[in-house]
Structures are given as C-alpha cells and as structure tokens.
C-alpha cells in the first residue's frame, strides 16, 4: 500500500474552474465518529459554512471502524474524500508520501496562522510546508477525588512524581481501593521517556526509547506498581478504560485528557473531582498532546472549495462553535482565551500543558513503535521480565518491522 500511495502521489490533475453562484459544487468530508452530540454539533457548524457558502455543499461521511485503513485504500484507488480528519500520530507518513495538497499557498494574512498553538501546528509540517490545519488537541493532566483526599487529609494535588507516589500510599485502601490508575501505553508513558533526556525515535525514524535515559522515567512506573502497590491498571480492577477505574472509585487519581470532563460528568455526576497539571519529573513538567488536522486530498478537483471549508473549520468562527461546548480544546490562542478556558478550573491545566506537551508522533511508522512497546511494557510491569530486557525486546522487534517497511 506504501508503495501504490507513492505512485498516486506523482500524479497531476487539472484544477476544474471555481463555479458559478447558480452551480453548487459539492465537496466530500470525512471524519471518524464521535460522541453523538459532537457529531450534532460538526453538523451544525457544516450548515452554517453551507449558509455562509450558497455555492457549496459539505458531505460529511463518518468512517466508523478502521478509519485510517479506509482512507489509505482510497488514496489509493483514487476515491478519498477531498477533505478529512489526520490525526497527528498518522501524519508523518502520510506527508511524506506526496499525497495531500500544501496549504502554504492558500493562507492569506487574514487567516492568521500565528494564532494557532505553534506545538499544535507543528505536527503537521513537513519540509518546511504546511499540509493540516489542527481544528483541536487535548493534553493530559491529573485527575483526582476530592472526597478521597479529604478522607486521606490531603489538601493539595501532589507537584512532583515523589509526592504523587507519596499520595497514592496514603490513599490506598481507603475510600478507593487503589491509590493511581496506571494505563501502561506508549501513548501515555511517552513523556515519562523523555523526562531524563531519552527519545521515542531517532532522525530516521527508528524506535530509541530504550536507552538508559528513557528507562529512568518508565522505571518509577513499575517502581510504583510492584513496589508500592498503590497504582492499578484498569484489568486489576475490572474496567475499561482509566477513567472508568476513576469514575467508579476503584483508583483516587488518574491521568487523563479533556474528554474525561463531559463523561464523569455525565456518568459519574457523584464523583466530586479536580484536576491539575501532571506532577513534574526530574523537575521537568511534562505532558502529552494528542491533534487532529483537516487535510486535503491532492487529488480533490475542487481545491478552492476544500480550502473554503478547511478555512471556515479551523478560523476563528469556525472553531469557536466547534469548541465552545467543552468536548474539544481550540487550536487558536484566541478562541481559547475568548471561551476563557485559560481560566476554567477543569481545564486550566490541560491548556498550560501545550506550551511543554510532548506531540504524540513516532514517526513515518508509528503501529510497529507503538504496539511492540505496548506489548512488551506490560510484561515488565507484570513482573515477567525486567524493564531494561522488555525494551529492548521491543525496540529491536520494532526497528526489525520497519527496516522491511522500508
């Protein structure tokens, strides 16, 4: 699939003419699926582009399992949308493959691109051009029970890893079961490897997480698990996701993104909780941010009118209605600042967590680094190998999958 997604790549299209007011063109949008009221919400915001824009019509189609193997198979059997969702993890490939349109030569100084969180807007640049346009992100930050660590007479979130496996110990046992919620992904450990220095992959886009730097981080995970007992992942307490464990009081305090907000509200209306920015490591504070960009397909005939669409998602119109119900974070400085979640006591932190996040990207081939870690990380944390073998496992297995990828 690389290889005929680099052939589509080189080829040319003719650009078909801007049509008139009486003709309406019509331009295809894909996304995956969301939360029923986000996916009300897209399509709402999709009708007032349609009213601002009499000459164009949105068709907004959700791809809702395999989303990224879908729009790879149709690149490259030439039928993709002309606009769609990239997520950050995705991109590096994809820009490399000479398949989505540059968008460098569509932005006006109108538009205002110095408005976007350049960590954000970074994700999605690739030899010095512009190739999305991030329409939201979340970071991650600390969640924790408030009635809990008033039981455990704890009156402030833990600032440093040393107080937050302090905390957990005091908060095991108690009014939860667990202290901490631990999700032993890559997705959610990556900033702990870079924290003494390590990297999640080298300039060719090789897995490198294992060296002795990046083990210093993940080790105060196991430390925490094996020797503590006081952390928990979600299979020990028999849920689904680390914000269930939390929801459902099995752990006091997990680490979780935005979207945590609206489901313990809405779920859990009990859970009397608040956040804060992710205790520091080796006195760094560290975080991981996760975005997703409109992108545009190369091949798209009618690239005036995608790029229409994609100014009108991503400007400051267009993201203030798509954001300021809470589900999302907005791209733009201003839209946050407008919306005031620079100052909201739940989303305060994940907003200061952008300017150090850690952008959730390894490269050209992120599944061979993610999953060989994944797999191997919690085996380690199981206690079936040491942490320096596990990695090392995992990180030779991965380089060994895209050395043939290549």
């Known amino acids: 699939m690389a290889i005929a997604i680099t052939i589509i790549g080189c080829h040319s299209l003719q650009l078909i003419s801007k049509p008139s007011a009486s003709t309406a063109v019509t331009i295809k949008l894909s996304g995956w699926g969301g939360s029923p009221i986000e996916q009300k919400l897209l399509r709402q915001v999709l009708q007032d582009f349609e009213m601002q824009h009499p000459t164009i019509k949105v068709k907004y189609e959700v791809i809702s ?78 969640f924790y029970n408030k009635k809990a660590f008033a039981a455990a007479g704890l009156n402030n979130p833990p600032t440093t890893w040393d107080e937050l496996r302090t905390y957990s110990q005091k908060l095991t046992g108690k009014l939860n079961k667990y202290g901490f919620g631990e999700i032993p992904e890559l997705a959610r450990q990556a900033y702990k490897v870079k924290a003494f220095g390590g990297q999640l992959v080298d300039q060719n886009d090789y897995a490198t997480f294992a060296s002795t730097a990046g083990l210093q981080g993940l080790q105060l995970v196991i430390d925490q698990y094996q020797k503590d007992r006081s952390s928990a992942q979600k299979s020990d307490v028999g849920t689904n996701s680390g914000i269930e464990m939390f929801g459902q009081g099995k752990v006091a305090m997990v680490i979780e993104g935005n979207w945590a907000i609206p489901y313990l509200t809405e779920t859990f209306p009990q859970v009397e909780f608040a956040t804060a920015e992710i205790p520091t490591i080796n006195n760094k504070k560290g975080t991981m941010v996760f975005t997703v960009a409109y992108v545009m397909n190369k091949q798209a005939q009618h690239k005036a ?68 870690f994944d797999n191997q990380f919690v085996s380690a944390l199981l206690g079936q190998q040491p942490l320096k073998q596990a990695m090392l496992n995992a990180q030779n297995e991965a380089n060994q999958q895209i050395r043939a990828m290549e």
Request: no cysteine.
């Open 65 to 142: 399992d395999q989303y990224m193997d879908v729009i790879k198979t149709r690149l490259v059997g030439e039928a993709a949308p002309d606009v769609f969702y990239l997520d950050a993890l995705e991109a590096p490939f994809l820009m490399s493959q000479n398949i989505l349109e540059p968008l460098d030569a569509y932005i006006t100084p109108e538009f205002d691109l110095g408005d976007f969180e350049n960590t954000l807007l970074g994700n999605f640049k690739y030899q010095n051009q512009i190739y999305g346009l991030p329409k939201d992100y979340s970071t991650l930050t600390l």
């Open 305 to 372: 009118e995608a790029w229409e669409l994609i100014s009108y998602l991503t400007g400051k119109e267009g993201m203030q209605k798509w954001t300021e119900k809470g589900f999302a974070l907005p791209t733009r400085k201003s839209v946050a600042e407008k919306l005031g979640y620079d100052q909201d006591p739940l989303r305060s932190p994940l907003v200061a967590g952008v300017n150090y996040a850690t952008s959730w990207q390894l490269g050209k081939y992120p599944a061979a680094i993610m999953n060989n």
